[in-house]
């Protein structure tokens, strides 16, 4: 079994930055493939960004390319998502996502994952 749980999130201004955090336990995490994921109100959840097991492979949706960054610590179980230059249609519940299998890598959609946390929450004000 995996826990995943985020934190970061919080009210941030347009143009401004935040950096998520995603603390994985119960199993080897260096094995596995992470990934971000958000939901806005009212719409469909939406592929972020992914990272490889071994941090040498990522993924970003088109609407954060060039603007947000993730990135792994193996040693400390972490994945981060930093986010730069945030819109106001950045605003949505972030989710940390991690691969079932072993060795798997970065995937793009949401039922490539098996292990999701609570989720966090990021309002950006224009």
């Known amino acids: 079994q995996v826990q995943l749980v985020e934190s970061g999130g919080g009210l941030v201004q347009a143009g401004g930055s935040l950096r998520l955090s995603c603390a994985a336990s119960?199993?080897?995490?260096?094995?596995?493939?992470m990934g971000w994921f958000r939901q806005a109100p009212g719409k469909e959840r939406e592929f972020v960004a992914a990272?490889?097991?071994?941090?040498?492979?990522?993924f970003y949706g088109d609407s954060v390319k060039g603007r947000f960054t993730i990135s792994r610590d193996n040693a400390k179980k972490t994945v981060l998502l930093q986010m730069n230059s945030l819109k106001s249609e950045d605003t949505a519940v972030y989710y940390c996502?991690?691969?079932?299998?072993?060795?798997?890598?970065?995937?793009?959609?949401?039922?490539?994952?098996?292990?999701w946390g609570q989720g966090t929450q990021v309002p950006v004000s224009s």
């Open positions: 996502a991690a691969r079932g299998s072993r060795w798997a890598g970065a995937a793009r959609t949401q039922y490539e994952y098996d292990y």
């Open positions: 119960g199993r080897t995490f260096s094995s596995y493939g």
């Open positions: 990272i490889s097991w071994s941090g040498g492979i990522t």
